[in-house]
């Protein structure tokens, strides 16, 4: 995506359990200078986590696109959600901007899985939580935010829990010990790279096993 862009470069890929699936992925531009993206994973299976995710997906992008924050765009689509939510419904969601011209990273983490920070020198680090709530569950709530700075060479790795909870026939987890020992291997790839690789370890790994649930990978690499 974004060809014309050299600043940063990024893959994604999804794998759904079922013939539906109820995580997303979503990036975009905001202004000339800024990136959004998101990960997100809806509480269900089958075609009610399907349409909430759709209702998610559209209800984000939109507050995104004219929303400078990231915590305010959480709290906003928050109220929004609760008031669609069916079922008990909720989704977990990581909403990143990345300035593309600085690397600077503003997030905030609605009950999701930590990224991993891989950066060029090959250490790996579990991006720190802003420790906010699921989205649809509770409506009075507020988020917030923290940053950091992408350098040139850094990679960005999301994901799901259908990664580190994949499950081989013998009923041991994928983890997340191993996903970054994993990431630790492949610091300085290209993203599209990244995602192809843990996706294959993670299939190595869960080889004979029924997957349980949607499997979802998205890599951003800054290059300055």
Known sequence: PFPELKSFDLYAYMNAAKYVGGDFYDF???GQDRLGFVIADVSGKGVPAAIFMAISRTVIRAI?????????CMQRSNAILCQESVNDMFVTVFYG???IRTGVVTYCNAGHNPPVLMKKDGSVSKVPTTNDLVLGAIGDVSYHEKEFRLSPGDNLFLYTDGVTEAMNTKHEQYSEQRLLENCRSLAG????????????TVGEFVVGAIQSDDITLLSIAYKG
Do not use: H
């Open 28 to 30: 975009f531009r905001i």
């Open 64 to 72: 995104a696109l004219t929303e400078n924050s990231a915590s305010m």
């Open 97 to 99: 901007i990345l300035n």
């Open 189 to 200: 790839k290209d993203p599209k790279e990244v995602v192809e690789k843990i996706t294959e």
